[in-house]
């Protein structure tokens, strides 16, 4: 109730506070205001950071508290949460894309789900392999094959797939498929030039080939950049080709993807090549796919001279599954929907030799 006097005290009735509560029931509630593209990427790497710490026997930093104020309104009075970082100065802006690459960014779907699959990546065991030990790889395979007559290409049934690869590439390697004999995997063989014509050849300074994006061992890609944007553009720049010929877009697609399939990255590594693929251009979302084992999942896909790559997750973990190469217009290899390729992870290890099986699981 309003005072009668000067210096009187207003006292609510309880018929003040039944009409209060009754004019706050009216009005909408307060909006809360969403946090800035900036804000959502300094959580998400402080994220990632308190995964790796975790496991790489460090202690987990520490996770900013938030801080919730209070708002009043003129009728009644009600809470507006607003998510702030305690005692942070604002986020530098987000880096600009590559150049010449627009970019997809985690505010679309398959950005989200690439975000996804790097938060659970960031979650994953992680990759510890010595210069001497080698990186073992189990999964299924099948790719499609024509016949010498020709016709359309044919997928046979999926196959046992296990390949010891040499951690820093100096050591002899092995590939072991199911039907056919045990294949060594070379080491990088060392270069050799000549002085001048006729001269006796003589080894290059540094050994053997460097390692790289489209060629690489599990030491170099340990050392990749952790970064998105400059790890996207390290594979721009590693797979560039001629000048203009091919999809750049597309080749550095499927180089991320091969180093998906074929390598153990650290989990940072991992987490940054999905958030590197999120910016490239062109990349959809198919709602169901399955890989080689029969698994299904949600896939994130690119399509180039008609034929797409699938990029397979498992739809409650975000972990990777496996990969698919579908035709998506007719051509003499098959009709419209064949499928030329598919693949399934099913393990990672370190082992200290080719053909050593690791321990299984729960063993």
């Known amino acids: 109730a309003a ?11 309880p018929a003040d506070d039944a009409l209060h509560a009754e004019l706050a029931g009216l009005l909408p509630p307060p909006e809360v205001p969403e946090l800035p593209a900036s804000r959502h990427q300094a959580l998400k790497h402080r994220t990632l950071n308190a995964a790796e710490g975790r496991r790489g026997g460090r202690s987990p930093l520490r996770l900013p508290r938030f801080a919730i104020p209070a708002a009043a309104c003129t009728a009644a009075v009600a809470l507006v949460a607003v998510t702030v970082i305690a005692g942070e100065s604002p986020a530098p802006p987000a880096p600009a894309p590559h150049a010449g690459v627009e970019a997809t960014g985690t ?4 950005g989200r789900i690439l975000a996804r699959a790097a938060l659970a990546a960031a979650a994953s065991p992680r990759a510890e392999a010595r210069p001497e030990q080698f990186v073992y790889i189990e999964s299924l395979v099948a790719h499609a094959a024509r016949s010498a007559s020709g016709g359309p290409a044919v997928l046979p049934p999926a196959h046992r797939r296990q390949v010891w690869l040499s951690a820093d590439g100096s050591r002899e390697g092995l590939l072991r498929e199911a039907g056919a004999p045990d294949s060594p995997l070379g080491v990088r063989a060392p270069v050799y030039t000549l002085d001048h014509p006729g001269a006796t050849p003589r080894r290059a300074p540094g050994g053997a080939p460097s390692a790289s994006v489209t060629d690489p061992t599990h030491t170099y890609v340990a050392s990749l950049p952790t970064d998105p944007e400059t790890l996207l553009g390290l594979v721009y720049a590693q797979t560039k080709r001629g000048h203009g010929d091919g999809d750049p877009d597309q080749r550095a697609f499927d180089a991320i993807g091969t180093l998906l399939t074929e390598t153990w990255a650290p989990p940072r590594v991992t987490a940054a090549l999905y958030e590197a693929a999120a910016r490239i251009p062109g990349t959809v979302v198919l709602p169901s796919a399955k890989d080689a084992a029969g698994r299904e999942g949600v896939a994130v896909a690119r399509t180039a001279h008609g034929e797409q790559t699938q990029w397979i997750f498992d739809r409650k973990s975000s972990a990777f599954l496996g990969a698919r190469s579908v035709l998506t217009r007719s051509t003499d290899a098959g009709a419209a929907g064949t499928v030329l390729g598919s693949s399934a992870v099913l393990a990672r290890a370190v082992t200290n030799r080719p053909g050593e ?7």
């Open 3 to 13: 005072p009668t006097h000067p210096g009187e005290l207003a006292v609510n009735t």
């Open 107 to 110: 505010g679309t779907e398959p």
């Open 357 to 363: 099986l690791p321990p299984a699981p729960g063993a």
